[in-house]
């Protein structure tokens, strides 16, 4: 196993697995192009910046809910977004 090192977080790889980063999130995907995981992270000191830097980036219908894991606490959204050929 490798690990992915951001400045605010960590993440063990599993072997298989490829890492893209991006401005605007990381992505882990299977070698083989089946499945991916996307991880994004944005840190805000009050008020409605963290609404206004997630506007448009995942459907409208879903809203931020609480979440936590060990020290971490902040707001996140879970969603699965299906590919379309075109």
Request: aromatic residues 12%; proline residues 3%; negative net charge.
């Amino acid at each position: 196993m490798n690990k992915y090192e951001s400045s605010w977080w960590y993440i063990e790889v599993a072997s298989g697995w490829l890492v893209e980063e991006k401005p605007e999130c990381v992505t882990f995907c299977r070698e083989d192009g089946v499945g991916a995981l996307q991880i994004s992270a944005y840190k805000h000191e009050a008020g409605d910046e963290l609404r206004e830097f997630t506007k448009d980036e995942f459907p409208e219908e879903l809203t931020l809910q609480p979440v936590s894991c060990g020290k971490f606490i902040g707001q996140g959204v879970e969603y699965i977004a299906m590919a379309t050929s075109g």
